[in-house]
């Protein structure tokens, strides 16, 4: 049975920093491309960063770049999510979501076959 499980999510003030982690059990992290969506209140869940397995390829959205880097360690079985300069419209439930689409990335929530249970991120003065 496949398991994805966020952590690292907290309250921060804006300018602030976070890594999230997503340990995954189940499932092999080099044989899926792994992504971060998130979702604020009233909104849909949106992409935020993959990146994809075959090729390692790696895709922000872009109101993110250059403040968020996605990482993996195959050897833990875990994706990251280092979150820097955060701002108050980066607030929203992250999860991350396992695709097993073999090279390039997807942004496409239909395409991830495996979900975790999301970690808050808020942030705020």
């Known amino acids: 049975q496949v398991h994805l499980v966020e952590s690292g999510g907290g309250s921060v003030l804006p300018g602030g920093s976070l890594k999230l982690s997503c340990a995954a059990s189940?499932?092999?992290?080099?044989?899926?491309?792994m992504a971060w969506f998130r979702q604020a209140p009233g909104k849909e869940r949106e992409f935020v960063a993959v990146?994809?397995?075959?090729?390692?390829?790696?895709y922000y959205l872009e109101s993110v770049k250059g403040r968020f880097t996605i990482s993996r360690d195959n050897a833990k079985n875990t994706v990251y999510l280092q979150m820097n300069s955060l701002k108050p419209e980066d607030t929203a439930v992250y999860y991350c979501?396992?695709?097993?689409?073999?090279?390039?990335?997807?942004?496409?929530?239909?395409?991830?076959?495996?979900w975790g249970q999301g970690t808050q991120v808020t942030v705020s003065s």
């Open positions: 990146i994809s397995w075959g090729d390692n390829r790696i």
């Open positions: 979501a396992a695709s097993s689409r073999y090279r390039g990335v997807t942004t496409v929530q239909g395409e991830y076959s495996y």
């Open positions: 189940g499932l092999t992290l080099t044989d899926y491309g």
